[in-house]
């Protein structure tokens, strides 16, 4: 079955440095690719997408590309701000053969804490 | 504004009893769904629903019921069967796209704690 896998968390940085938070997954067909970001006591939130292969998602300065080779997507920010501490979760939804109905599954997702 | 509304945030109940979660969405959206999260486990489909009076088994149905009597409302039963039910549950929209590309809309959840 589809499975995703995250790095291991936590993960401890300070402001302005370079983040990158792998995701790589198993999957048939041809998925589709998320970020989801979930601050302290609230729901996730969509942070960024990708439909197909060599798809770059961007949103608040993240960014993520869909590696069909490597089957990754790593997530990836240039500077990091004390707000962006969150926990972040990888997700694929599968779309073989065109039956899907936004069913995700889910990394198991990563702890970030900025520290001023 | 449109968006997906969770009752209650915080909910305590006796171990045996039945409690059910509410879920409300005003975006017009065709599907719905309930997640179970456990720390360090990410989050696990327990029912979805593509339309009215339609729904079906996710990966952790078991000890869990829902029902679908309105597009805008899918409610769920956490029964006295289900083994371990303190968790976060988080519902969630999408609209449906064949394409399988339709983001997730979440609620803010309900952490449900049984003693």
């Known amino acids: 079955g589809d499975s995703v896998t995250q790095m291991e968390g936590p993960v401890t940085l300070s402001e302005e440095a370079f983040l990158t938070i792998n995701c790589t997954y198993t999957?048939?067909?041809?998925?589709?690719l998320f970020w989801y970001v979930q601050y302290p006591g609230e729901g996730l939130q969509l942070l960024l997408k990708a439909t197909k292969a060599d798809d770059k998602g961007s949103n608040k300065g993240f960014e993520a590309t869909y590696r069909k080779e490597t089957t990754s997507f790593h997530l990836e920010k240039g500077s990091v701000q004390v707000s962006d501490s969150a926990v972040y979760f990888c997700a694929l939804s599968d779309s073989a053969g065109g039956t899907s109905y936004g069913k995700l599954t889910f990394g198991q997702g990563t702890i970030l804490t900025v520290h001023p | 504004d449109g968006g997906i509304t969770q009752s209650p945030k915080y909910l305590f109940r006796k171990e045996g009893q039945n409690v059910t979660l509410s879920c409300e969405q005003n975006?017009?959206?065709?599907?719905m769904y309930w997640y179970r999260q456990d720390p360090g486990q990410g989050l696990r489909l327990i029912y979805y629903s593509q339309i009215v009076n339609d729904f079906q088994k996710g990966d952790i149905a078991e000890g869990y019921s829902v029902s679908r009597e309105k597009k805008e409302s899918f409610p769920l039963t956490v029964t006295s069967a289900q083994k371990n039910p303190t968790a976060f549950y988080l519902c969630?929209?999408?609209?449906?796209?064949?394409?399988?590309?339709?983001?997730?809309?979440f609620g803010n959840g309900t952490r449900l704690t049984v003693t």
């Open positions: 975006l017009n959206h065709d599907a």
């Open positions: 999957a048939t067909g041809y998925p589709s």
């Open positions: 969630a929209s999408s609209i449906f796209s064949g394409q399988g590309n339709s983001p997730l809309h």
